[in-house]
């Protein structure tokens, strides 16, 4: 439901108070989870700024909106994923403190367009993510073309805050802290809100996805940053799902900083810079294009994971764990084992399909680290996966 101007704008001066008031303790939390934050401001920004303006960010790890976020004195709205918000606590912060926009698969695109619209308009500027997910290896996504009409109907200033080492620091599949976690944040204009009336949206498209591209691993290598750590290859076989040696499928297991293949007993070590050794390729995102190729035998073959069932209520921003059960993917379809064991759902009569087909799931995404999402038959899933959340979310794709 749209909001009333009036009531938003009182919500908003309530939110800017509590932002005001607890900024300080904002800057310590998020220095905890990245000590070091470096910024290079273009000498024509002017961070104290009334004008609104349209803040587009790459999307390299999951706290990158408060990165790029809280240096500004109006506060851009960070435009986020409802699977973000599924408790009380996480609502007051993202969409209160934060003035999070929130977004909701399968909704008409015209409702968020017309959410941000709004906030432009009423002075407030607005952060967009348009790749839509954290990167997986630290190369940039593809950027919805749809931020080219976007940026045409707001009519306003375009400005870019580029992260980087923000992936080597804290990668999207990492279960521990590196030693050294610093991000370096690039601002400067893109767009000045005269020059759009001169250009379409594909020329606008185009000049959003060069300005936010970034690979890490390339900006590492001429950076050479120690980044260190103890477990720094934990988490990864559950994003890896190919061996770049004899090219077995799940076949790795991540200890320390070593990945193990239990196929062919070739080990790779992630050195204290996060580059590979002993494999073919020494980066993340030259290895993810190396298994590419292998999803058609992904998707031919069984696999499974312990897991945990949430049922979420997106409307009233809570969540319950209804157990643990086991997700199975076998022939093109999830199968759910271990159902009967899970709590009876509050928000469903019905009980849970113990089969889908993966070809008929909706607005499917990895959120998080390990909790697929998707829709079917009017019914919303919230899974965490332990083990090969990447695979599981790939094999819905489709052919």
Known sequence: MYNDPMQSTFVHGLSNLAYFLLKPYIRYRFGKLMPKMHYEVHPDIDLKRKIPFLLIGNHQFEVDWAAVGTIWKNKPSPVLARSLVISAFERFKLEFLASGLITSPGEKQMRIIRDIDQSIKLGRPVLVFPEGEI??????????KSIGKLVKILNTDVIIAKCKNGFMSLPRWGTSYRKDRAVFVEIFPLF???QLPELDPSTIHTSIEQAIYHNDFADQRTRMRSIGGDAMAEGLDDYVYVCSACHALHTLEARGNSIHCSACSKEFLINEYGFIENAPFDTLVDWNNFQKQYIPDLKAMEFSSPAVFYDVDYPNYCHTVLGEFTIRYASGHFHFEGTE?????????????TVIPVNKL????????????FSYQNRNYFIKIAHRAHSFRLVC???
Not at 344 to 349: C, E, G, I, K, V
Not at 362 to 373: C, D, E, K, M
Request: charged share 25%; proline share 12%; hydrophobic share 30%.
């Open 135 to 144: 990167t997986n290896f630290g190369e940039s996504r593809p950027v919805d």
């Open 397 to 399: 794709e489709p052919d």
């Open 341 to 353: 064991k899970l709590l009876p759902s509050t928000l469903h009569n019905e009980p849970i399909p």
């Open 362 to 373: 909706l607005y499917v995404t990895l959120s998080h680290r390990n909790a697929l999402i």
């Open 192 to 194: 000045k809100r005269e």
